[in-house]
């Protein structure tokens, strides 16, 4: 009997101790231009739809008791190879077929277009630790919860389809082979941000990039550097070391500013500076003016290219470096049309801005949700101003407060990766969301957070028409109270009203703040050409343009507005056979890549208005 507690006190000590407890690990400043190694490529893959190689036969989750000394359980993270021909392994990454990464199963594997659940994903990889650095493994995107698991041993587990995370591996990684396991689940929850209901698709997979950075035992971790908003010409900022260490040296350089300042960390590692500037050459959508700043501390050196540049409003209108700016806008998501996949690469992101500027567009509202990393880096350098946003979309559970935490998490997680981005300039709250005091308190906690993390930048969300008084459109929502911007979608002509009667329509905004039409757009299959009263033709989709763009001015306050939408992007709502066939059909750009009529209708009001013709 003693022997036997003895064992059962063993067993129960290693389940309270095996069971990890993960902190989200805080995101790391600038992956994009540090040194790594990429993993990216094929990885192999193990479709589980009833998680068996997550939880055993009794639904416990192997996590809560696997012992890396004795691996042969049914734990698919174990990545176990049959050592004997006795050894009952019933899975096997090897043999098992292979994925790209970046990527979506949903589109590169034919059976699995519809499927949402759990994918095992591995990859094998050679590594070489370096002395005296730490080693960071991080994740770009993954659609949409992450368990991530290293030479079997579990590092992190990430929430959020859109966002970036990362975590410290460096006890766990070896010289020589190595491997990573991660189980992604891209099931829709009630209780998720976002919910079960959305208007795109929802692509599973490892989505953007995944990579293994090495860094110095003290490094860089976090840093802001802007332009000041109550001094002209004073660059100021935050740097953040990975150690709380007082009294270390960290410098900022700026070239070609002649600008070298050594700061002094306090006892949290971190310093503030605020820095004259002179002869400084601000950024602007006509002239995107980038400097290289360096960062320093000890043994590491992190490189960025940063625009200085200040986003403010006065009474009705955006102010650019204190001139006023209007937005010529189109929303866009991230989808590649054409392959029907999400946009992931820097080419994908050339290829959706070309055809913005084509558009003669200066702003870009990335919808629904933060878009991967090209995108602001590359605004960065075409000047185009962004719209970010997180996917707060429609109806969330507003009690929930982990749907909170998790809304929370994945707009911190947007601001930290893009903080420096001088072509970002607003941050949108949430998309289409009904009214009521839980919304309301959900959504002030978001920019309560957002003001924290970072009060530089407009606040705004895309909010709805809340009906007519005396036939006059009222744009009233209480939200308007919390934001710098008010922001609308109206799809008058399409849902419900008569496009023909829009020139006309009457309007009253409740805040005297600049406003934005978020969306508004109509549906058009490419090719099929009628006359302009005959719905999803391109005749009515560029008649809508027309009349739309004949009253919009008409709107109090507007300060620009963003069509929906650029491209054409795959929805399950939408499965209308021989003209939508699961494609939300409002892009001005088809699934083919091709130019609808309403693209050039748009494309003449822009070229005018830039010019300040009469319209």
Same mark, same amino acid.
């Given at each position: 009997?003693?022997?036997?507690?003895?064992?059962?006190?063993?067993?129960?000590?290693?389940?309270?101790?095996?069971?990890?407890?993960?902190?989200?690990?805080?995101?790391?400043?600038?992956?994009?231009?540090?040194?790594?190694?990429?993993?990216?490529?094929?990885?192999?893959?193990?479709?589980?739809?009833?998680?068996?190689?997550?939880?055993?036969?009794?639904?416990?989750?192997?996590?809560?008791?696997?012992?890396?000394?004795?691996?042969?359980?049914?734990?698919?993270?174990?990545?176990?190879?049959?050592?004997?021909?006795?050894?009952?392994?019933?899975?096997?990454?090897?043999?098992?077929?292979?994925?790209?990464?970046?990527?979506?199963?949903?589109?590169?594997?034919?059976?699995?277009?519809?499927?949402?659940?759990?994918?095992?994903?591995?990859?094998?990889?050679?590594?070489?630790?370096?002395?005296?650095?730490?080693?960071?493994?991080?994740?770009?995107?993954?659609?949409?919860?992450?368990?991530?698991?290293?030479?079997?041993?579990?590092?992190?587990?990430?929430?959020?389809?859109?966002?970036?995370?990362?975590?410290?591996?460096?006890?766990?990684?070896?010289?020589?082979?190595?491997?990573?396991?991660?189980?992604?689940?891209?099931?829709?929850?009630?209780?998720?941000?976002?919910?079960?209901?959305?208007?795109?698709?929802?692509?599973?997979?490892?989505?953007?990039?995944?990579?293994?950075?090495?860094?110095?035992?003290?490094?860089?971790?976090? &840093?802001?550097?802007?332009?000041?908003?109550?001094?002209? @010409?004073? *660059? !100021? /900022?935050?740097?953040?070391? #990975?150690?709380?260490? +007082?009294?270390?040296?960290?410098?900022?350089?700026?070239?070609?500013?002649?600008?070298?300042?050594?700061?002094?960390?306090?006892?949290?590692?971190?310093?503030?500076?605020?820095?004259?500037?002179?002869?400084?050459?601000?950024?602007?959508?006509?002239?995107?003016?980038?400097?290289?700043?360096?960062?320093?501390?000890?043994?590491?050196?992190?490189?960025?290219?940063?625009?200085?540049?200040?986003?403010?409003?006065?009474?009705?209108?955006?102010?650019?470096?204190?001139?006023?700016? &209007?937005?010529?806008?189109?929303?866009?998501?991230?989808? @590649?049309? *054409? !392959? /029907?996949?999400?946009?992931? #690469?820097?080419?994908? +992101?050339?290829?959706?801005?070309?055809?913005?500027?084509?558009?003669?567009?200066?702003?870009?509202?990335?919808?629904?949700?933060?878009?991967?990393?090209?995108?602001?880096?590359?605004?960065?350098?075409?000047?185009?101003?962004?719209?970010?946003?997180?996917?707060?979309?429609?109806?969330?559970?507003?009690?929930?407060?982990?749907?909170?935490?998790?809304?929370?998490?994945?707009?911190?997680?947007?601001?930290?990766?893009?903080?420096?981005?001088?072509?970002?300039?607003?941050?949108?709250?949430?998309?289409?969301?009904?009214?009521?005091?839980?919304?309301?308190?959900?959504?002030?906690?978001?920019?309560?957070?957002?003001?924290?993390?970072?009060?530089?930048?407009?606040?705004?969300?895309?909010?709805?028409?809340?009906?007519?008084?005396?036939?006059?459109?009222?744009?009233?929502?209480?939200?308007?109270?919390?934001?710098?911007?008010?922001?609308?979608?109206?799809?008058?002509?399409?849902?419900?009203?008569?496009?023909?009667?829009?020139?006309?329509?009457?309007?009253?905004?409740?805040?005297?703040?600049?406003?934005?039409?978020?969306?508004?757009?109509?549906?058009?299959?490419?090719?099929?050409?009628?006359?302009?009263?005959?719905?999803?033709?391109?005749?009515?989709?560029?008649?809508?343009?027309?009349?739309?763009?004949?009253?919009?001015?008409?709107?109090?306050?507007?300060?620009?507005?963003?069509?929906?939408?650029?491209?054409?992007?795959?929805?399950?709502?939408?499965?209308?056979?021989?003209?939508?066939?699961?494609?939300?059909?409002?892009?001005?750009?088809?699934?083919?890549?091709?130019?609808?009529?309403?693209?050039?209708?748009?494309?003449?009001?822009?070229?005018?208005?830039?010019?300040?013709?009469?319209?």
């Amino acid at each position: 009997m003693n022997t036997l507690m003895r064992k059962i006190g063993a067993i129960v000590c290693f389940l309270i101790l095996s069971v990890p407890a993960f902190a989200q690990e805080a995101l790391i400043q600038n992956t994009y231009n540090r040194e790594s190694l990429s993993l990216n490529g094929d990885w192999s893959y193990i479709i589980d739809p009833y998680e068996n190689g997550y939880y055993d036969y009794r639904r416990e989750p192997f996590d809560n008791y696997f012992n890396p000394a004795n691996p042969g359980s049914g734990a698919y993270f174990a990545n176990v190879k049959p050592a004997h021909k006795t050894d009952r392994v019933e899975y096997d990454f090897t043999n098992a077929d292979k994925i790209k990464v970046p990527g979506s199963w949903s589109v590169e594997k034919e059976q699995m277009h519809w499927y949402e659940g759990t994918v095992w994903y591995e990859k094998d990889f050679l590594f070489e630790p370096k002395a005296g650095h730490k080693s960071i493994l991080y994740f770009g995107a993954v659609n949409y919860e992450a368990h991530v698991y290293v030479n079997g041993i579990k590092v992190g587990h990430h929430i959020g389809g859109f966002t970036p995370f990362n975590f410290e591996v460096t006890k766990h990684l070896k010289k020589g082979n190595n491997f990573v396991v991660v189980k992604v689940d891209n099931t829709r929850k009630k209780d998720a941000v976002p919910t079960i209901n959305t208007d795109w698709w929802n692509h599973g997979g490892i989505t953007r990039e995944v990579k293994i950075l090495q860094v110095p035992e003290l490094y860089v971790a976090d &840093y802001t550097v802007q332009l000041s908003k109550e001094q002209a @010409n004073v *660059i !100021e /900022g935050t740097v953040a070391l #990975s150690e709380q260490k +007082a009294g270390e040296l960290v410098t900022l350089n700026i070239p070609e500013l002649k600008i070298k300042k050594t700061l002094t960390t306090d006892a949290e590692g971190k310093a503030s500076f605020a820095i004259k500037a002179k002869k400084l050459t601000k950024w602007h959508v006509d002239k995107p003016y980038l400097y290289d700043v360096q960062w320093a501390a000890g043994q590491d050196v992190v490189n960025d290219r940063v625009g200085f540049r200040t986003i403010e409003v006065s009474g009705s209108d955006i102010l650019l470096n204190g001139e006023k700016v &209007y937005l010529r806008g189109i929303c866009m998501h991230e989808e @590649n049309p *054409i !392959e /029907g996949r999400r946009n992931y #690469s820097l080419e994908d +992101a050339r290829m959706m801005f070309q055809w913005a500027k084509e558009l003669n567009t200066n702003f870009v509202r990335l919808a629904h949700y933060p878009h991967n990393e090209h995108m602001p880096r590359l605004a960065d350098e075409l000047g185009i101003l962004l719209w970010e946003e997180i996917p707060v979309y429609w109806t969330i559970d507003w009690t929930n407060t982990q749907t909170l935490a998790n809304a929370k998490g994945q707009l911190s997680e947007m601001v930290q990766r893009d903080k420096n981005r001088a072509s970002v300039i607003i941050w949108s709250m949430a998309n289409e969301t009904p009214v009521s005091e839980e919304r309301n308190q959900f959504l002030k906690a978001l920019v309560t957070t957002t003001r924290e993390l970072d009060n530089s930048r407009l606040i705004s969300a895309a909010m709805e028409v809340h009906g007519e008084e005396d036939g006059t459109k009222m744009i009233s929502d209480p939200f308007g109270e919390y934001v710098d911007i008010m922001s609308f979608n109206q799809y008058h002509g399409w849902y419900g009203g008569d496009i023909k009667d829009f020139p006309n329509l009457k309007w009253a905004v409740k805040y005297n703040k600049p406003v934005i039409v978020s969306e508004w757009g109509a549906g058009a299959k490419y090719g099929y050409r009628a006359d302009d009263q005959t719905i999803w033709s391109e005749d009515y989709q560029a008649y809508f343009y027309e009349q739309t763009l004949a009253g919009i001015e008409n709107i109090p306050n507007l300060a620009g507005f963003t069509p929906w939408i650029l491209a054409d992007f795959r929805s399950p709502r939408r499965p209308l056979a021989n003209i939508q066939d699961m494609w939300n059909r409002k892009g001005l750009i088809s699934d083919g890549g091709f130019k609808k009529q309403a693209f050039f209708v748009l494309k003449k009001y822009y070229d005018k208005k830039e010019a300040g013709t009469n319209l």
